[in-house]
């Protein structure tokens, strides 16, 4: 019912910029969260940063004053603007959509809570 697409990655230098999108398409009502994570070769996958429909936001120690989460009014474009980027933020980025239970006008619009991954975006960053 909600499918999300990252776009947006790339290679840059470190102290460099990037913004990556994810947007998601279908019954976006339903998204209560998006959620960035980050896996690099060899690692666990990381929480990076987390935005609420009501767009409160947390982040990883590691990217708090670098990186920003932003989303459009709709929830259906969330952003992640990374500055003074290292090489340690190389990794692939993925946006993952929380979806809850949506019900409109009696009508199940998502009938159960669930999440929805996209396929990630390749972040390379060069010392």
């Known amino acids: 019912q909600v499918q999300v697409v990252e776009s947006g990655g790339g290679l840059v230098q470190a102290g460099g910029s990037l913004r990556l999108s994810c947007a998601a398409s279908?019954?976006?009502?339903?998204?209560?969260?998006v959620n960035w994570y980050r896996q690099a070769p060899g690692k666990g996958r990381e929480l990076v940063a987390h935005?609420?429909?009501?767009?409160?936001?947390n982040y990883a120690d590691s990217v708090k004053g670098r990186f920003s989460i932003s989303r459009d009014n709709t929830m259906s474009t969330v952003f992640l603007e990374m500055s003074g980027m290292k090489p340690e933020d190389t990794a692939v980025y993925l946006c993952?959509?929380?979806?809850?239970?949506?019900?409109?006008?009696?009508?199940?619009?998502?009938?159960?809570?669930?999440?929805?991954w996209g396929r990630g975006t390749q972040v390379t960053v060069s010392s």
């Open positions: 279908g019954d976006t009502i339903c998204i209560s969260a």
């Open positions: 935005i609420t429909r009501d767009s409160n936001t």
């Open positions: 993952e959509a929380e979806i809850r239970r949506t019900v409109v006008l009696a009508q199940p619009i998502c009938p159960s809570a669930s999440t929805s």
